[in-house]
């Protein structure tokens, strides 16, 4: 082995400034109990986060791999250190007021999403099945916390127990994946699993129930139908903030792995494992969506409609490698207009006991341009409307299956996003085509309405010129 | 340049309204009419610059959008899309100005859409561009659905729903198309995949069975919008719930997109499958005259009654496109500027009563040709110009559309020829209820005739009417060198039906 250098510590500086950040919010938490919560502690975890992402662009992509050989240090990880950091101040913006507003004056909560944000940026970067396994456990672990933080909420307790069992259930299918990995191969290494696969292999049971495993796991972890069962009730119960962060940070994290795992170590024996993606993707996107649409509940909706787009990421790893920049384009994408509308979706849900149902929209759009606008906008591109990120995003993926001969599985993606388009154009009729439900005069904080326009104005500026993205991702893929 | 001011000009526009506060409504209405009055100008000058004897695009810029997938702005005009684009300019135009009074409330985000789709609709007609074009059809679906939604009338959520769900369900498929072709066309200077659509309709020469799959997915998205029996049935819903402007945005222009997308991508690229498609799709375009034509005579409703009317005219325009030869070509692009044209008016003379009375029923009127006689004329010169009548610009259409049919497959022919006598049956029948006889309910006595403003925009379309059907040359000799182009691949493809040279 061979010893550290000053690259290996220079490479994980960025997940290093984000633990470090987390460590003094709890600090900071006990030295002034609760009251500190409602403006230090989240402008010292965005002041983290934000030295984290200029610390992951200043080490952008040196290349190959640190700490022996366990750890990346390329573009791709870099990337998405930068999105993860992005995603967390986002989601740091809309906490405030919602924390407020729910009685949750907690300074535990940010040190939790700074923690979850390090196993996310710990699992993008892993080069190694452990290495994963580590991150994977630091982020979900967070993640049981907080989607049982609410703890007087029956729904967020149950959503918390939930997520705990069946996380752990998926946990142990991925590690047993990884013993018997490491059985077949003598390696726990992506690189050396490559390597070995590329050098021809009997598919044994190991091998075969290996890769099964780890794709169980992952699809726990993904969402993809039919493991998909925890992630409803979870995404419903947990604080609507977590929900927001849920959708898009863990599961850009386990794609990135899952591109790194399926996509190019496991790639020598595709065979194996293709038709069974496949058929995951093609559930994934249709239950979803379908499923999506009998929802009474907006938040609940939005959960679906994330299994959903899952399915269409799922479509991307079964293109292969010429999909990875594509996919890396469309967890961009779809992280920021997700947080937008999960924002709006914060904001409405003002009243006490209120729910997230669709009635709480009546009218939106007329009293409130901001939030009505941007709305739109979100929903747009989720729904894959140009010209906004979430349509490029699709065409791009789609485009990869295409390109690599999978027109049949495009084309029920394709099929699949105009079934999408009823429940999204849903809320965009009562925001605009129905008289408010009561009263809906309320303020929008400051930290909303920045947060608003920065992701609206992202998700219009890389749909209308994604050459500059498209460029980056591409160059950075795997 | 022209092309792309053409576009900016709307899209501008619509964004100056946005900054402008809404409280401020007569400068908003005052901006959305300049601007369109400016793009209306713009196009004119296009007219100008074009030259009427060349077949190829006019006037054509490209810039690298996204250079790495082979995305250029890449847009142009020629023969097929010349007389569209002016078609919208001067709707959207006549359309601002007739909204002055009828439009009410949200005046603001009203006019911003109008302006939008403005410049949506010119974009998908001077696309050169696969990726453009999907990009602008997608983009004009969005301002129409909010109209359509936000100052319509009662019903006007479903109607709108159903109306983006059609359309959606009927593009997506396309873009897989799109994606395909993509795959197959190389800009033979890079050496890369492109959208460029002079390439690729150049190096479309699929085997039959991809070209089949490949017009099916082309085709449904285009006979949704045109729409083609049986995917007629989200227009009379659409066109019933949408505002007076709206219904002559969507009847004018928008059902154009239908017939253009045939002309442009199904026929010329997959020649072969469009041969193949011809008795089906000639099925279907009579049996849509037909129906249109006795579902227009059993409504009550005058708006119903010439959204069914479209359905007619819209099969004789599919009918001469797949005669695919010169007559029918030509006829069915001139009927698509010609319905443009009398369908906008007639919705805006419905709108004219409507905006006075509330209601749309034929039962509620009779007799007002006595209280409203300049209205009663202008209304009498467009239903005849929709019936046919010779030396109105229907009538022009109409012959050329039978002659080609005529030529191609006489079966077709003589059926459309009785959604001719239809249309004369309903047009004629509503006009006698509504305008002759005794004032039959007092409240009519008082209605006030067209207004000057109304009058101006109405009286700008029946001019066109007579204009063109007296002497449509000016139309057709711009048209005919790119429909000659259009029919060259058929030739090369071994398949000849013209009558005439």
């Given at each position: 082995m061979n010893p550290l250098s000053t690259t290996d510590y220079l490479a994980v500086l960025p997940e290093t400034l984000v633990v470090l950040t987390a460590v003094l919010v709890i600090v900071l938490d006990s030295a002034?109990?609760?009251?500190?919560?409602?403006?230090v502690l989240p402008a010292w975890s965005c002041l983290g986060l934000t030295a984290s992402a200029v610390a992951a662009i200043a080490v952008w992509g040196k290349g190959g791999t640190v700490f022996s050989g366990t750890v990346f240090a390329d573009g791709f990880s870099s990337l998405f250190k930068v999105l993860f950091a992005v995603i967390g101040i986002l989601t740091v913006m809309f906490s405030p007021y919602y924390l407020r507003f729910k009685s949750m004056r907690l300074g535990e909560y940010y040190a939790l999403l700074l923690t979850a944000v390090f196993g996310m940026i710990v699992m993008v970067s892993a080069a190694n099945l452990l290495v994963f396994f580590l991150g994977l456990e630091t982020m979900s672990i967070s993640l049981y916390v907080l989607a049982a933080l609410q703890r007087a909420d029956v729904k967020s307790a149950e959503a918390g127990m939930k997520y705990l069992i069946l996380g752990s259930f998926s946990s142990a299918f991925f590690l047993y994946g990884v013993a018997l990995m490491y059985a077949t191969v003598?390696?726990?290494d992506y690189e050396a699993i490559g390597a070995f696969l590329a050098a021809g292999y009997q598919p044994n049971l190991m091998l075969v129930a290996g890769v099964a495993l780890l794709l169980v796991g992952f699809a726990f972890k993904v969402a993809a139908?039919?493991?998909?069962?925890?992630?409803p009730d979870v995404y419903d119960g947990s604080p609507a903030t977590v929900t927001a962060f849920m959708t898009t940070g863990p599961k850009a994290a386990a794609f990135v792995a899952l591109i790194r795992v399926f996509g190019v170590a496991l790639q020598p024996a595709s065979s194996l494992w293709t038709d069974a993606l496949t058929w995951l993707a093609i559930l994934t996107m249709t239950v979803g969506n379908v499923v999506a649409l009998r929802q009474s509940s907006v938040k609940r909706m939005l959960a679906y409609s994330s299994i959903a787009h899952a399915g269409y990421l799922l479509v991307g790893i079964v293109a292969g490698r010429t999909a990875f920049a594509a996919i890396g384009y469309y967890l961009i994408a779809y992280a920021l207009m997700n947080l937008g509308a999960f924002a709006v979706i914060i904001l409405i849900n003002r009243k006490e006991n209120a729910g997230y149902g669709f009635d709480e929209f009546r009218g939106i759009g007329l009293e409130h341009p901001l939030l009505g606008v941007t709305m739109v906008v979100f929903l747009l591109s989720l729904t894959g409307v140009p010209p906004t990120a979430g349509f490029f995003g699709k065409l791009y993926v789609f485009s990869a299956a295409i390109g690599s001969g999978h027109v049949g599985l495009a084309i029920v993606a394709l099929l699949n996003s105009a079934v999408g388009a009823y429940y999204y154009l849903r809320i965009i009729t009562l925001m605009y085509m129905n008289k408010p439900d009561g009263d809906v005069s309320f303020t929008e904080p400051a930290s909303y309405r920045y947060a608003l326009v920065i992701s609206c104005v992202l998700v219009l500026l890389i749909g209308i010129f994604p050459e500059q993205l498209l460029r980056l991702v591409t160059l950075s893929a795997p | 340049m022209i092309i792309s001011l053409l576009i900016a000009i709307p899209f501008l526009t619509s964004l100056v309204i946005l900054a402008v506060p809404r409280t401020n409504a007569a400068a908003i209405r005052w901006i959305a009419l300049f601007g369109s009055i400016a793009a209306f100008a713009a196009s004119l000058v296009m007219y100008a610059q074009f030259t009427p004897g060349e077949a190829g695009y006019q006037m054509v810029e490209r810039t690298p959008w996204v250079a790495s997938l082979g995305i250029d702005w890449h847009v142009g005009v020629d023969g097929i899309s010349l007389f569209l684009v002016m078609l919208t300019t001067l709707l959207t135009m006549l359309c601002v100005i007739s909204s002055?009074?009828?439009?009410?409330?949200?005046i603001k985000e009203y006019h911003f859409l109008f302006l939008l789709m403005e410049a949506a609709l010119i974009g998908v007609f001077c696309a050169m561009d696969l990726f453009v074009f999907y990009v602008m059809w997608e983009v004009q679906l969005v301002p129409m659905f909010l109209l359509i939604g936000i100052?319509?009338?009662?019903?006007r959520i479903y109607a709108t729903i159903k109306f983006f769900l059609f359309t959606m369900a009927g593009s997506v498929l396309m873009l897989a198309g799109i994606l395909y072709i993509y795959f197959n066309t190389t800009d033979p200077a890079t050496g890369h995949h492109t959208f460029n659509l002079l390439l690729a309709t150049e190096q479309a020469k699929f085997p039959m069975e991809v070209q089949t799959w490949l017009f099916l997915a082309f085709a449904l998205a285009f006979a949704i919008k045109v729409p083609l029996f049986p995917l007629h049935t989200w227009l009379p819903d659409a066109h019933t719930e949408a505002p007076t402007a709206g219904s002559v945005m969507l009847a004018g222009v928008l059902l154009k997109l239908g017939t253009y997308g045939f002309l442009r991508f199904c026929l010329p690229m997959f020649p072969g499958a469009a041969t193949k498609f011809v008795p089906l799709i000639s099925v279907l375009a009579v049996i849509g005259i037909l129906y249109g034509a006795l579902m227009a005579m059993i409504q009550k409703d005058i708006k119903r009654l010439v959204a069914y009317s479209s359905v007619a005219h819209l099969g004789f325009v599919m009918l001469g496109t797949f005669a695919l030869n010169m007559e029918g070509l030509s006829g069915s692009l001139l009927q698509q500027v010609n319905h443009g044209i009398s369908t906008g008016a007639l919705f805006l003379l419905v709108g004219v009563i409507y905006d006075r009375r509330h209601t749309r029923l034929q039962a509620d009127y009779g007799g007002i040709a006595k209280v409203m006689p300049v209205y009663a004329v202008l209304f009498l010169i467009v239903a005849l110009s929709s019936i046919g009548l010779p030396g109105l610009n229907g009538f022009v259409g109409e012959f050329l559309i039978l002659l080609g049919a005529f030529a191609a497959h006489p079966m077709y022919a003589v059926f459309a020829t009785a959604g001719i006598i239809f249309a004369a049956v309903y047009l004629l029948w509503m006009y006698q209820r509504v305008f002759f006889g005794q004032v039959t309910h007092e409240i009519n006595l008082g209605l006030k005739d067209v207004t000057l403003r109304e009058g101006l925009v109405i009286g700008t379309l029946v001019a066109l009417t007579i204009l063109i059907g007296v002497y449509p040359d000016p139309l057709l000799s711009r048209m005919q060198p790119s429909l000659n182009l259009l029919l060259s691949h058929f030739q090369g493809a071994g398949i000849t039906q013209t009558l005439l040279p």
């Open positions: 002034k109990r609760g009251r500190w919560a409602t403006w003598g390696s726990v139908v039919p493991f998909h069962f925890w992630s | 002055w009074s009828s439009i009410k409330d949200r100052w319509g009338g009662e019903r």
